[in-house]
Structure formats: structure tokens, C-alpha cells
């Protein structure tokens, strides 16, 4: 006898199982991305926040993600461990599946590797890397900071922000993101911590770069487009 409902209660909770581990991965990727960065900063500016600005930055992230704090310190020893590889900072430029400019920042202690890993996930997924500038010239880079919705209400956060200095504020069903200047961006993270408190944490602040114009893709384009920033962001170096 064939039991439809056993059937559908099954493939349901497979269904989230599945979930369930694609987001487990995910939180483990990022964990592992965000205490890389802690690692690399520690062992390029040395184990001091205060004196540190990128190390106390990784830290901000860390906590925004909730990586634990025992996670964050064998991070910070690690960078101070002694000997390993020196990590150098890259940036590769390209063109994703319906003429879409992607900038891609890199921190490795292996060029080669990397950049044979990006321009295979280009070129595997419908895109190109291009040469330095050919992207970059149509963004700007600013300051981002993202805060959960709880912080406070659209207005809340915009007058926080303009007070802090902050350029732009846009908000969405999921998060507040408040935009910087480029040079500005820790002086603003650091005021709107204090407006808003300790116990609300920011969930990233950093350096992105914000295109100039969007560019509308769809149907086939689209799925590939996500593909490729999916194996990108897979890749240990990015």
C-alpha cells in the first residue's frame, strides 16, 4: 500500500534536514572565513586591537556572528604563533553571465592557487575575468554596517546614523545597512556602538564596493549569475 501522507511527511523533513546542513555549511564556512581574517590580522598588525584597526574590525565581525570568544583568541594566537606563510591582499575583476561587473578581494598565501581557482569558477559559470580597473571603475567603495532589525525602527536608525556621520541608510525586511565614506567607516561603527549599546552588535562592518548602477538579469542568467557568486564565496582564499 502506497501511504501518501508518510510519503509527504518524509520528503518534508528530509527537505529541512537538507536545509539544515546546507546551513550548517554555510555558518561553518563563514566561522572558518571569519577567524582566517582574525588569524591574518593578528599576524600582519600583531595581536592588539586598540593598535590594530583591521584585527579589532575581524573581531567586530567575529562577534556580530557570534563565533565565540575562545574561537576569536586561538584566532588572535594563531596569527602569533610564528613561522607560516605571509598572506598577501589581491583583488580580481571580472564579468558574470549578463554582462554583470564582480570584484573579487582575496586574502592568500598562494597567488597562483588563487587565481587559478577564480578564473576556473569564472569561466565554469558563464563569466570572464577581466584586467584590474575593468570593473572597479563603475563602483565606489564605502563603508557598510549592517544591524538587525531590532536595533530600531527606519527612522531610529537613520537619525543614529546622520548623527554618527554616516552618507545613506536603507533598510529592508531583513536588516538596517548604513553606508560610510570609505575613510569614515570605523569612526561611525564606533559612535553607533555607543548609541545603540553593547548588547546589540552589529552583524558586519566593512569595507565593500557598492556598484554605481544596477543591472537587471534574469531567467537563465540569473541562475548561472548565482552559481558563480556561490563558488566563489566557497572558495577558501575569497
Not at 32 to 57: C, F, Q, V, W
Amino acid at each position: 500500500k502506497f501511504d501518501e501522507g508518510s510519503m509527504a511527511g518524509h520528503s518534508k523533513w528530509a527537505n529541512i534536514q537538507h536545509r539544515k546542513g546546507a546551513q550548517d555549511k554555510k555558518r561553518a564556512v563563514l566561522f572558518a572565513r571569519l577567524s582566517k581574517e582574525i588569524t591574518i590580522a593578528s599576524k600582519m598588525g600583531g595581536p592588539d586591537p586598540d593598535g590594530n584597526p583591521r584585527l579589532r574590525l575581524a573581531i567586530q565581525n567575529a562577534k556580530g556572528q557570534s563565533v565565540p570568544k575562545d574561537n576569536i583568541q586561538r584566532a588572535i594566537d594563531k596569527g602569533q604563533g610564528g613561522g607560516g606563510e605571509d598572506y598577501v591582499d589581491i583583488r580580481y575583476e571580472g564579468f558574470g553571465p549578463g554582462g554583470v561587473g564582480v570584484i573579487v578581494e582575496a586574502s592568500t598565501d598562494n597567488k597562483n592557487r588563487t587565481a587559478t581557482d577564480v578564473r576556473t569558477a569564472f569561466s565554469k559559470n558563464g563569466g570572464n575575468l577581466g584586467e584590474t580597473g575593468s570593473v572597479s571603475f563603475s563602483f565606489d567603495q564605502v563603508g557598510e554596517i549592517e544591524y538587525p532589525l531590532s536595533v530600531g525602527t527606519e527612522d531610529e536608525v537613520m537619525e543614529a546614523a546622520i548623527l554618527a556621520g554616516a552618507q545613506d541608510v536603507e533598510s529592508d525586511a531583513d536588516s538596517h545597512w548604513i553606508y560610510t565614506a570609505r575613510e569614515d567607516l570605523q569612526t561611525v561603527a564606533d559612535a553607533l556602538t555607543e548609541h545603540f549599546g553593547e548588547e546589540v552588535e552589529a552583524k558586519s562592518t566593512k569595507l565593500i564596493w557598492k556598484p554605481q548602477n544596477n543591472v537587471p538579469v534574469d531567467g537563465d542568467a540569473a541562475d548561472t549569475l548565482m552559481k558563480l557568486l556561490d563558488v566563489l564565496d566557497e572558495l577558501d582564499d575569497v
